[in-house]
């Protein structure tokens, strides 16, 4: 009996001891996750309210444009124009052929993309209209991010739109009307103005993309046509205001309010959120899923504060980043997933370690680097036709081409310095070193095919045969 007594003393005793420490842990973890981590994110939250970014979607979203003055409404009417190849198509080939260096071979497309040009004329007038109007506001439905950024439409109307432009630009070259195809090429210029306006990732995407057509498209012009000194000078200058640093900045501070966005649903509804597989998983799983989610659904709310705290930290350190070329910056960015602690369960899900893309961060800024490069060798570009109109031939150095014509010639951002440059024959061989930071003596990347191992780092390449 006093054994028995003795027991149950020791087991309440215990138990007692047992509930008294997990009272413990508990008030430390409120102390640490709750009342700590709500310190952080106030004032993580009050440097960045300080500093006049974004904070809110609402904040994020670009203030209303009249009708009449927004170049959106215009594009929107150039997409509706729009009648393209379907895909798989010779005529979808003939379109993306039509933009090969040798004048030969567009000459074999030449008649199908004249038709494709002719299906599309008034969707390019338009187009064109739109370039004259210097306010732009991407029309879309602004009540949620979701609404904005979840479709591929967007990027897919903005690239047909330019490939047509591109098109255009070559045909009338080849044609010999080259200030015809100078005007066309510049619809993708004012395409990539306007679209500095877009406040989204997705937008400054786009945008870079439609960079690498105009890239390819003034290549060819310039090496078969002869533009004049003032008209390249007038282009190169058109180029020199396009703004993709802070753009991508804006970029990433509405992707930052996007983040809080989405934290305040699962905030709101963490049960939900946390255990959305439970349905459509087995049903072991399932019930996995339905206990994880009724156990985060229990606790979140108390963890949710230094969640918060540790997204504001991570967006801080990215924009911050962001500032910088990406050759300063390449291994801080790429341990930024690897940093975000498992137990920001949000920040971890959404901006943690993906074992898809292990360098999703850096990869953005090297694509606004190699953005950037694009565009200088496009404006050099413009500068060695303008010295070759001027002298009957190229320099011998792009010094040469600063003294002789006082041309700005901008950086390579991936170096620091001038672009590579050398005459190759009858012309020349201009490059950037790209995002392996190595010199890889003009050998393009393939930015068609990431999956082909090593060929993505290469250089960038801008080649005039004559």
Sequence with gaps: MRRKRSFLRWLVLACGGLLALLGV??????????????????????????????????????????????????????FAHMQMPSSGTRDQDALYAHAYNDRSERARTAKRAARILADNAEALRVAAEAGKRPKFRPNGDWREPTLVWLTREYHRRWRDLSLLARAQALLQADRGDTAAALQAWSTNVAMLNHLGSDPTLLGQLTRWSVVRLSHDSLR??????????????????????????????????????????????????????FGSSAASAGRVAGVYAAGKGALLGAVYPVMSPLDEAALLEYWERRITLARKPYRETAQQLNALARDVPRYALFTHDFRGPRPELPEWD??????????????????????????????????????QLRQALKWEVPEDPFSGKDFVYRRDGKGYLLYSLGRDLDDDGGREANLGNPAQPGTVDRDIVWRVAR
């Excluded at 709500?38 to 979607?57: D, N």
């Excluded at 190169?236 to 703004?243: P, V």
């Excluded at 060798?377 to 060695?384: A, I, K, Q, S």
Aim: some cysteine.
């Design 220 to 273: 060819v012009l310039l090496q078969d046509s002869r533009l004049t000194p003032d008209d390249c000078r007038r282009a190169a200058n058109d180029l020199a205001r396009l703004d993709f640093s802070e753009a991508f900045i804006r970029a990433l501070e509405t992707e930052r309010a996007s983040d809080r966005w989405c934290m305040e649903l699962v905030r709101t509804d963490p049960r939900a959120a």
């Design 25 to 78: 842990l508990a008030l430390v973890g409120y102390l640490f996750f709750h009342v700590a981590g709500g310190r952080r994110a106030e004032s993580a939250l009050a440097l960045l309210k300080a500093s006049g970014a974004p904070t809110t979607w609402e904040e994020a979203i670009p203030p209303p444009i009249p009708d009449d003055e927004n170049a959106a409404v215009l594009y929107e009417l150039a």
């Design 362 to 399: 850096s990869m953005r800024a090297a694509s606004r680097d190699g953005t950037i490069a694009h565009v200088g060798l496009m404006r050099v570009g413009l500068g060695l036709a303008a010295y070759r109109t001027q002298f009957g031939g190229y320099p011998e150095s792009l010094d």
